[in-house]
C-alpha cells in the first residue's frame, strides 16, 4: 500500500510505501520509518527504500490529571489536540514549535524547539517517560531513570532508535494561553543584537522577524515580538480549522523577490516604531501560518528548501549578516526569515539541534542548482562559525557539514534499530560510516 507522504519542503513528491505498526517486528534491515504528520521539512522523514509506519490512525489521548499537569498520550496525537484539552484546564505546551500540526512523537523524536528555549529549552525537557517498540518485539520504558541512554538517544533520534507508541508529557499551568505581547521594528540588525539580552531577560518568549531583502544601512531590519501569558489574558480559543488554503500549487512560485519585497516592506511598516504592548491571540503568536493550509503550495511545483542554523553566541552579529548577505549576493529571496536566540538550558536528548547561541531560518523556492549552491555556501558559512544546521529542516546537506553539526552520531548509530532508516541518515550518517568504519568497540544498549 502506499500513500502520498511527503515532507513540508515538497521537493521530492512521490508515493511512499506505508505499513502498520504491526510490521515492525521480525521486519527487514532499514525498511522502515515512523511517520507523523509530514511536518519535517527535508527527509528525515522518508526511506524511499523502504516503508513508513503511518503513526497518526488510531492515536488518542490517554489521560490527563488537571492536578499535577501530567498528560499521556499516543505518539500519533497532534499537538493541536493536546492544546485543545489542556487549554480550559489552565495548562499549555512548556515548549511548542512554530505549528501545532505536529505530532506527539514527531516533537520527541526532533527534540523541536520554541521561543522560549532561553528559558525552558527544548521539547524534550518536558517528556517524563515513553514506551519505545523494537523491531526484535520488546517494549522498552525509557524515562531519566530508566533506560536512560536510550531515553536520550530517541530525544531527538528522528525516529531511528524504535517506534514511539506513547508517551507522558509535563504540561505548564499559565493564567492564559493568550499572549501579552510587546512589538517593535528595529532599522538594522544592530537593533536586534542591541536589544535581545534584555528582552529575554525579561519574557518567557522573543522572536525576530527580518526583512532579508533590506540592504546597506537597512540590512538586518526588521520587528522583534516578545511575549508572556496574560495575567489575564480571558479565555483561549481551541485550535480553530484553518481559515484560509491553498487548494493546489500554483504553475509558478509566487513567493519571489518581487511580491516578497512589497510584502517585506507593509511588514515591516505595520510594525511599530516603539515598543507596544497588547494582548494577541495564543495561536496567531505561536502558529500564525496554521491558519492557511497548505501555505507550503505558495513555493510552486519544485517545491522549498528551509536552512536552518545555530551558531555561537560571540559571533552572532558577523554571522547573521554574512548569511542574510550571502543570499541577497545569490539573488534569493526568503519568505520566512526568523531569527531567535537559543539559552544554555541543557536538552537531554543525544542529536538535539539546539545549542547556545543564535539560530537563523531562510526558507526558499527550489529553483534547481542555483539554489543548491547557495545552500552549500550558506553551510560554509556556519562551519566557519562553528554552527551547525538542523537536520529535520534539512533536504541536502553533506556529511562534512552532518558530521560537524552532531559530532557525536555515532552513538545514536550504535544505538540505532536495525530495522529503521531514514533518507537523512542514509545520506549523511551512513555516507560516513562507509568512509570511516566504526571501531570494533562501540556501545550497546540493552532493551528489556
Same mark, same amino acid.
Given at each position: ?10 521537493v521530492t513528491r512521490r ?58 498520550a499516543d505518539a500519533g ?50 517528556? /517524563? ?7 526484535d518485539g520488546s517494549r ?125 516592506? /507593509? ?92 539560530? /537563523? ?13 547557495? /545552500? ?73
Amino acid at each position: 500500500m502506499s500513500a502520498q507522504h511527503n515532507s513540508w519542503g515538497r521537493v521530492t513528491r512521490r508515493h511512499r510505501g506505508t505499513a502498520n505498526l504491526t510490521d515492525l517486528a521480525g521486519s527487514q534491515a532499514d525498511g522502515l520509518l515512523p511517520f507523523g504528520n509530514g511536518r519535517s521539512y527535508g527527509d528525515s522523514c522518508h526511506n524511499d527504500r523502504g516503508r513508513l509506519i503511518t503513526m497518526r490512525p488510531g492515536a488518542a489521548i490517554r489521560a490527563f490529571d488537571p492536578e499535577t499537569g501530567v498528560l499521556t498520550a499516543d505518539a500519533g496525537v497532534l499537538l493541536s489536540d493536546i492544546l485543545a484539552l489542556v487549554m480550559p484546564q489552565g495548562y499549555f505546551l512548556e515548549v511548542t514549535p512554530g505549528t501545532a500540526q505536529v505530532t506527539l512523537g514527531g516533537a520527541i523524536a526532533n527534540d523541536v524547539h520554541g521561543k522560549n528555549h532561553h528559558r525552558r529549552g527544548t521539547f524534550g525537557r518536558s517528556v /517524563l517517560s515513553f514506551t519505545l517498540l523494537s523491531s526484535d518485539g520488546s517494549r522498552t520504558l525509557c524515562s531519566t531513570s530508566d533506560n536512560h541512554s536510550l531515553f536520550a538517544a530517541t530525544i531527538g533520534g528522528m525516529g531511528l532508535t524504535g517506534v514511539i507508541e506513547a508517551a507522558t508529557i509535563r504540561l505548564m499551568p499559565v493564567p492564559s494561553a493568550n499572549v501579552r505581547q510587546t512589538a517593535f521594528r528595529f532599522t538594522s540588525i544592530d537593533g536586534y543584537f542591541d536589544a535581545i539580552d534584555e528582552i529575554d531577560a525579561r519574557h518567557e518568549y522573543s522572536v525576530a522577524w527580518i526583512d532579508q531583502l533590506a540592504r546597506g544601512g537597512s540590512l538586518g531590519r526588521g520587528a522583534l515580538m516578545a511575549g508572556d501569558h496574560a495575567e489575564h489574558g480571558g479565555p483561549a480559543r481551541a485550535p480553530s480549522a484553518p481559515r484560509l488554503a491553498v487548494p493546489f500549487s500554483p504553475p509558478v512560485n509566487l513567493l519571489n523577490r518581487l511580491t516578497l519585497k512589497a510584502f517585506n516592506a /507593509l511588514y515591516y511598516a505595520r510594525a511599530p516604531k516603539t515598543p507596544e504592548t497588547a494582548i494577541v491571540p495564543w495561536a496567531s503568536y505561536f502558529h500564525p501560518l496554521d491558519a492557511i493550509t497548505g501555505w507550503n503550495r505558495l513555493y510552486g511545483p519544485r517545491g522549498l528548501f528551509q536552512h536552518q542554523s545555530v551558531y555561537p553566541l560571540e559571533a552572532g552579529r558577523e554571522t547573521t549578516i554574512a548569511l542574510i548577505e550571502c543570499a541577497q549576493a545569490h539573488g534569493a529571496a526568503s519568505f520566512l526569515t526568523v531569527l531567535k536566540r537559543f539559552g544554555d538550558v541543557p536538552s537531554p536528548g543525544l542529536l538535539s539541534f539546539p545549542r547556545p547561541g543564535f539560530t /537563523l531560518t531562510l526558507d526558499f523556492a527550489n529553483s534547481g542548482d542555483g539554489t543548491l549552491k547557495m /545552500l552549500n555556501a550558506l553551510d560554509a558559512i556556519v562551519l566557519k562559525a562553528g554552527g551547525a544546521l538542523n537536520p529535520y529542516k534539512d533536504q541536502r546537506m553533506g556529511s562534512e557539514m552532518f558530521a560537524a553539526s552532531f559530532p557525536n552520531w555515532r552513538e545514536l548509530e550504535a544505538m540505532r534499530d536495525p530495522a529503521l532508516m531514514s533518507d537523512l541518515w542514509r545520506r549523511t550518517a551512513m555516507a560516513l560510516e562507509r568512509d570511516q568504519p566504526a571501531t570494533s568497540g562501540m556501545p550497546t544498549v540493552a532493551r528489556h
